[in-house]
């Protein structure tokens, strides 16, 4: 079956993309035809995967599915959440993001933060939802290049390296995206396959 993700990030589609049954063909937005910036007004991951999932298959009328991610740090109330993309600004810039999470969290000793997925499934009129979480803490500076975002300041707990450090196999098994996805997959083999 074909299913499209609605994503024109190449970082994620390839993660998803190693996850899924080659029984299902994913397509991203790009291979659909659909170049728009989706907005996302939403005020939680959950409206913004909705609205984004909504969009594709109103407007192509295909089975589509979305997610929508926000890094959670408990000694900032949940911030910067759905806000996680432009933290610093619309330039969305990895390194500014992450430069402005450190400053925040200077001198702080809780720095328990966890990253969480939502993933919207629109299947044959019906829609789905699913959810994954990643427990981990903020370290004081970057370690590793290895990932997008805020990878290299987020260590999963129970291992020595950040994601930005960590193989992108482990960050695939473990991550918030990973185990929404690893849910996603389950259901669409239980299901459709
Ligand atoms: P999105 O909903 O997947 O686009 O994620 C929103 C923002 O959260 C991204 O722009 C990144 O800043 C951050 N983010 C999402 N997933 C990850 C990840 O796996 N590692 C690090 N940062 C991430």
Do not use: W
Not at 47 to 53: L, M, P
Not at 81 to 102: I, P, W
């Amino acid at each position: 079956m074909k299913l499209v993700f609605a994503t024109h990030n190449p970082n994620k589609l390839k993660e998803v993309q190693q996850l899924f049954p080659e029984e299902i063909e994913l397509l991203s937005l790009d291979d659909i035809g659909c170049f728009d910036e989706i907005p996302e007004t939403g005020e939680t991951l959950e409206e913004n995967a909705k609205i984004k999932a909504d969009y594709v298959t109103q407007m192509y009328g295909l089975n589509c599915f979305s997610d929508d991610t926000g890094l959670l740090i408990d000694a900032l109330d949940g911030a910067p959440g759905v806000f996680s993309a432009r933290y610093a600004g619309e330039q969305k810039n990895a390194s500014d993001n992450m430069a402005k999470v450190l400053t925040e969290l200077q001198n702080k000793t809780l720095r328990d933060a966890h990253f969480k997925t939502v993933i919207h499934l629109n299947l044959e009129r019906h829609d789905y939802v699913f959810e994954g979480i990643v427990e981990g803490v903020i370290t004081q500076k970057q370690h590793g290049s290895r990932g997008f975002g805020y990878d290299p300041i987020f260590r999963p707990k129970g291992y020595d390296g950040t994601f930005g450090e960590l193989p992108p196999e482990t960050k695939n098994a473990i991550s918030h995206r990973g185990r929404a996805i690893q849910k996603l997959v389950s259901f669409l083999k239980n299901s459709t396959l």
